[in-house]
């Protein structure tokens, strides 16, 4: 499959639920711009503010040694990419992906991705706690719902080989007869269950929160509705292109996900754009109040669910089998959504629990976002090989929220010059040298997003 240049954020995308509830009153409101002109030069300049360039900011800002000045730029409204749209879930791989990691990578990075996850919940909590921050943070527990023997096989064998390598599985509750998990998920279709820590938030809440405690307390500066059209370089220094000026800037971190290659040609067929579709449902009497689902989800072919405690909403997200792959890899357009998509977000409810029966529950609203894909599985954080004081932080998978707090942390005190081992993250997500000259792998997307479905 050839490489996709994704070119820049649609102008018109839809509304996520997330953005519909909280936008109008957002701290960071439509249009914000901390100061009416974009500054001539920064010490630092991010791209993107959705949580990769929010977490990083905030980690910079808060550090022992601060940088003097801090400037994001964001082509759209704040928080309207990604993070404004996702399901939800801070959900650490516990071992899923396991063997395929340990095959990439190795065993050594394997169990380092895997711990990363459980590391980012922490942090998460942490964080919210800490700042005080009002975003809905709830944590408990996941499922993992295979529906065939394929799914069960497919879980048991990273089950077991995770287990083999010393991996942490006490974290983990797994039955393997197929009525108690049909009993303990309220999946009738369930031939195993697999029970670990996770939690959910909303994320829009989390990344405004962030942003306006930096404005506020540590003096960044915010320009949104600011397309960067091209980067070029001169000496130790960066220059930002903008319809609105030029941004001097000794270093520059990119936290554009899906878009990176617009910018960095050389990230081109290493992250792709992959569409995705979410809704957020009201389910029926039988799912509300004290028999509300008391755990998030993951389930056959990609879909996910998590179940808000605040008001009993269901943000349900996936429906990839509805299209084929290749109709969402490469794709950019959240400004529409797939009608098969929309049919079976509307459909697959009532199919996978019990005791909801088709057309009961209402969607409340179905919208559409754009992901950043790998062909390993992993994302690229840290300093570009070839370009000093050039950052990124990207690629995050479609798994950002249980990847992007660490990895945010650890670029920040690598921008700061501190040593890749400080940072505690995988040696694998660097952008080294070997990892972009590898040959660009569309048909590898294609292939893990494959055996990722058959799981969720």
Not at 13 to 26: E, F, M, N, V, Y
Not at 259 to 277: A, D, M, R, V
Not at 334 to 341: F, G, I, K, N, Q
Request: charged share 20%; net charge negative; with cysteine.
């Amino acid at each position: 499959m050839a490489a996709v240049e994704p070119g820049f954020p649609r102008p018109n995308p839809t509304t996520s639920w997330w953005l519909q509830k909280a936008q109008a009153a957002a701290l960071l409101g439509k249009g914000y711009r901390t100061t009416p002109e974009l500054p001539s030069s920064s010490d630092v300049t991010i791209v993107g503010s959705g949580l990769s360039g929010a977490a990083t900011a905030y980690f910079l800002l808060t550090s022992q040694s601060p940088p003097a000045s801090v400037t994001l730029i964001e082509a759209r409204e704040i928080c309207d990419g990604a993070t404004g749209r996702n399901g939800g879930h801070c959900r650490p791989d516990c071992y899923r992906d396991y063997t395929h990691y340990k095959a990439e990578f190795g065993k050594e990075q394997a169990l380092k991705i895997i711990q990363n996850e459980m590391d980012t919940l922490d942090l998460l909590e942490e964080l919210v706690r800490k700042e005080g921050i009002d975003c809905d943070f709830w944590r408990g527990f996941s499922y993992d719902v295979p529906m065939d023997e394929e799914g069960a096989a497919f879980l048991s064998a990273s089950y077991e080989e995770f287990a083999a390598d010393g991996g942490p599985v006490d974290i983990i509750t797994r039955i393997l007869d197929p009525a108690q998990a049909a009993k303990v998920t309220r999946c009738p279709r369930a031939t195993a269950s697999y029970k670990f820590p996770a939690g959910s938030l909303f994320p829009y809440k989390l990344v405004q929160n962030l942003l306006d405690l930096c404005v506020r307390k540590h003096g960044l500066n915010i320009q949104s509705q600011t397309p960067v059209r091209k980067v070029t370089q001169e000496g130790n220094r960066w220059s930002l292109h903008t319809d609105r000026g030029i941004v001097d800037s000794a270093k520059v971190v990119f936290a554009m996900n899906a878009f990176t290659s617009t910018l960095l040609p050389e990230f081109s067929g290493h992250i792709w754009p992959f569409k995705g579709q979410c809704s957020a449902v009201l389910p029926p009497k039988s799912y509300l109040g004290n028999i509300a689902l008391q755990c998030t989800y993951s389930l056959n072919y990609g879909d996910y669910l998590i179940q808000r405690p605040s008001d009993d909403i269901i943000i349900f997200g996936g429906a990839r089998r509805a299209v084929p792959v290749e109709q969402l890899l490469g794709n950019t357009d959240d400004e529409s959504l797939l009608p098969a998509m929309t049919d079976t977000l509307k459909s697959s409810l009532p199919a996978y629990f019990a005791d909801w029966a088709e057309g009961e529950g209402e969607v409340l609203h179905v919208w559409s976002g754009i992901m950043g894909y790998t062909s390993s599985g992993i994302p690229f954080v840290g300093e570009i090989h070839d370009k000093p004081g050039a950052f990124v932080c990207a690629g995050h998978h479609g798994h950002g929220m249980a990847r992007i707090l660490t990895a945010a942390r650890g670029l920040a005190a690598v921008i700061q010059g501190a040593p890749w081992a400080e940072t505690g993250l995988p040696e694998c997500f660097q952008p080294s040298k070997e990892r972009l000259e590898g040959a660009a792998r569309g048909r590898a997307v294609v292939h893990n997003i494959g055996k990722q479905d058959v799981v969720g």
